[in-house]
Structure formats: C-alpha cells, structure tokens
Nanobody, 122 residues
Framework: QEQLVESGGGLAQAGDSLRLSCTTS????????MAWFRQPPGKERECVAA????????YYGKSVKGRFTISKDNAQNTLFLQMSSLKPDDTAVYYC???????????????WGRGTQVTVSS
C-alpha cells in the first residue's frame, strides 16, 4: 500500500511561484505513472498534470499549460509540481496520485494523497 504525502502548499499572491512535492513510502515509486489533481471550492476535481513512470511523457491541463511543470525524481521517491505565474483561479486543494501503467487524465489512479491547500490572492 503506497502512502502519498503532499507538501508545499500555502498562501501566494498572483504572479508568485510555488513548488509542490509528493513523497511516497513505497519501494515501487519508479514504476508508477503519477499525476497532480486539484479541486477548487465548489467545483469538481480536475487533472492538472500527469507524467509517465520514467518521466518521458507529460500531460498538462489547458488552464495550466505553460505555467506549471511536473517532474518525477525516482531516486528521491518524489513528485514535483512547479507552479509559476499563479492566478486566483489556481486556488484549490492539490492532490497527487499514482498508478501502475500509463498515465491518464481521468481519476483512475490507485493511490491518492490527502491534499495540500493552495490559495492565491489577487
């Protein structure tokens, strides 16, 4: 059973940058495709970015493309989300997720973290 723990959330102003991290306790981190999802207040959860197990293939949601970068450090068992040019619309709880096989932008992931809050003020 993988345990995913997100960190790095907090308060930011529009235009700022934040980096989220997601660490795992399992030994098979390198085998997982992973993703970042977010759920704004009162809205459905959406996939922000996803990455293949080896980091060679990435996906970005339309609203964050060009501003966010997902990366995966298999040696450190850590997934990152570098967020730049933050906007108030980026305010949400951000979750990391992991699955065996290919990444997907749907929520069909096997393991989920508990989330970290990101709040962006104008």
């Amino acid at each position: 059973q993988e345990q995913l723990v997100e960190s790095g959330g907090g308060l930011a102003q529009a235009g700022d940058s934040l980096r989220l991290s997601c660490t795992t306790s399992g030994r098979t981190f390198r085998s997982y495709a992973m993703a970042w999802f977010r759920q704004p207040p009162g809205k459905e959860r959406e996939c922000v970015a996803a990455i293949s197990w080896n980091g060679d293939d990435t996906y970005y949601g339309k609203s964050v493309k060009g501003r966010f970068t997902i990366s995966k450090d298999n040696a450190q068992n850590t997934l990152f989300l570098q967020m730049s040019s933050l906007k108030p619309d980026d305010t949400a709880v951000y979750y990391c997720a992991a699955r065996l096989g290919s990444w997907t932008a749907t929520d069909e992931y096997d393991y989920w973290g508990r989330g970290t809050q990101v709040t962006v003020s104008s």
